[in-house]
């Protein structure tokens, strides 16, 4: 196998293969990904991507803007969300014409679905699975570019900078290959996997987050944790199925056990279609108050028809479960969700390290502030992915080609012990109770010292070099982190 690229991505999400294919096509590029490619964040995304494109006359760019800023808590950088909101027609069209397809209405115009802390109806959508409809045409035109090489079931599980550029040491199976680049592109996703219940796919373990910070890459941000307010509430599952904002948007009512809108004592003006945050809080205030974990989203006022057409992926979830949501109420109950810190990049998605970007959900642009407005993440990852990709195609046409590096291939060491089990239950637990929707400054400090020596042992012990290894330096990486921030 070529061991050498001008630009390698770890990563094949909708971050990763969209920045893939805007990197100029003259240039050989790899993408790795830890898992089969479907297995993403990405694939899971359900609502859609908020763009104003093609729009009605009452939106524009400053109120797309204005809606992510208040969402934020106007901590967002300004001049990032403003690129984003400017940015983002050229990728919407640019992803239609690469087959991606949204809902129409009767009249062949794109209909848009509207989501919490959005002013106007702008979310572009395929039924209630967009980002399966996004990975799926960007992976398929990926696959048929002919400088684009991408390997699945290829673990990043070290990176080093060289004189030239990086090299990265690639977990397939159980032999290690070191791989070289000009450039590299950090496109992992996100850190669900560091709490008990996440939406997050098995993948989010902050690999890409760990490696850039042991290269000495700035990390910001990393207790910028969106929790979602209506995960699907069900006992013993590590992985919560989401009941999509665009279901409150939509009409759904939001209720206590006592059957109450209580939303009404918290947020009157906005009511459900407050941002995440505001109803994450709410709901757990009120769960504190009514000591109840019981909570409802009510759509049963809606036709039959309506909720099939426009949520047949949730329905058909629910049925799964007993519950049909034209009849019976749904329990949800927040769950952390989103990560809006990461890597540090500047506007071009360039880290503090010469050459090494960062895109999608690892990455801190600064466009979220303090709380991620709905449907914003998927824009992100488009706009500056690209962005990393074009400011990497006009740097490589000043170098010259790639050239051999180290290629070094090795196999396990045998006699190296395994991870302890129950390593990343420890460390799930103590950023649950340090952190969740609310912290808790207790436990976030005798959490810390446990973190820092689950650290060392990972450190200082000669352990198998696999992906379980791996994973849990990145979780208890990230767990540090955030438990620093937030002290
Ligand atoms: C349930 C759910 C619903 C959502 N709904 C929406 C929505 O409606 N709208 C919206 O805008 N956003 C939504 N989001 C958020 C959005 O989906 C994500 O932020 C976005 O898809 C992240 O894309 P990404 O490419 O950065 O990461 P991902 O899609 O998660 O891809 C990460 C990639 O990195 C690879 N990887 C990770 N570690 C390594 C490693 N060590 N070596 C090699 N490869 C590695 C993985 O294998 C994977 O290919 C949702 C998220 C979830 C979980």
New binding site residues.
């Given amino acids: 196998m070529k061991t050498d690229y001008d630009v390698i991505i ?7 293969l969209y920045a893939a294919l805007n990197t100029d096509e003259n240039r050989s590029v790899l993408i ?4 089969d ?1 479907e ?4 694939v ?6 908020a763009a104003v494109y093609e729009s009605p006359d009452d939106d524009n760019f400053d109120l797309h803007f204005n809606d992510s800023m208040r969402a934020g808590g106007f901590k967002n950088d300004p001049m990032t969300l403003r690129k984003l909101v400017t940015e983002a027609p050229t990728d919407i069209e640019r992803i239609l014409y690469f087959g991606v397809h949204f809902d129409k209405d009767s009249e062949g115009a794109f209909h848009r679905t509207l989501e919490g802390g959005h002013s106007r109806r702008r979310i572009f959508h395929y039924k209630d699975s ?2 399966n409809e996004m990975t799926k045409k960007l992976r398929e035109r990926v696959l048929s570019r002919p400088n684009i090489t991408v390997l699945p079931n ?4 070290d990176l080093k900078k060289t004189g030239t550029g990086f090299s990265v040491d690639v977990l397939t199976g159980s032999i290690h290959l070191t791989l070289n680049s000009s450039f590299l592109i950090i ?4 850190i669900g996997r560091v709490y008990e219940k996440t ?3 098995a ?3 902050g ?2 987050i760990m490696c850039a910070y042991e290269l000495g890459a700035a990390i910001k941000n990393l207790s910028l944790i969106q929790f979602h307010p209506t995960a699907f509430s069900e006992a013993g599952s590590r992985q919560c199925f ?1 009941i ?1 904002e665009s279901v409150r948007g939509e009409g759904a009512f939001l209720v206590n056990k006592d059957n109450r809108r209580f939303m009404a004592d918290y947020d009157p003006e906005r009511m459900e279609l407050a941002p995440r945050d505001v109803v994450s809080h709410s709901i757990i205030k009120e769960s504190r108050k009514l000591g109840s974990n019981e909570f409802y989203l009510d759509i049963t006022h809606k036709p039959k028809i309506f909720l099939t057409e426009h949520f047949p992926g949730i329905y058909d979830f629910l049925l799964t479960k007993g519950i049909d949501m034209s009849t019976d109420k749904i329990p949800v109950f927040p769950c952390h ?2 990560l809006m810190g990461g890597i540090n990049v500047d506007i071009t998605g360039q880290t503090s390290i010469d050459g090494l970007y960062a895109c ?3 990455a801190h642009t600064g466009v979220h502030g303090n709380n991620r407005l ?6 992100e ?1 488009l706009v500056f992915g690209r962005l990393a990709a074009e400011d990497i195609s006009r740097r490589l046409n000043e170098l010259p080609p790639v050239k051999s590096l180290e290629t070094a291939r090795f196999e396990h060491d045998e006699r190296a012990q395994s991870v302890p089990e129950g390593i990343r239950r420890r460390i799930r637990n103590i950023i649950q109770k340090a952190y969740f929707v609310v912290p808790d400054m207790e436990e976030a400090v005798n959490g810390i010292t446990e973190i820092e020596n689950i650290k060392e042992m990972l450190a200082n012990k000669n352990f198998k070099k696999d992906e379980h290894f ?1 994973e849990s330096k990145a979780l208890s990486t990230v767990a540090f982190l955030i438990l620093q921030e937030i002290i």
């Fill in positions: 770890v990563g094949a999400g909708v971050a990763g790795i990904s830890k898992s490619l297995v993403c964040n990405s899971l995304a359900q609502g859609g991507i967009s980002g290829a673990m990043m599980t496109a992992t996703g996100g939406t997050n796919s993948i989010a373990t690999d890409g989401l999509s969700h989103y999608g959900e690892c709905a449907s914003n993440s998927l824009l990852a791996t």
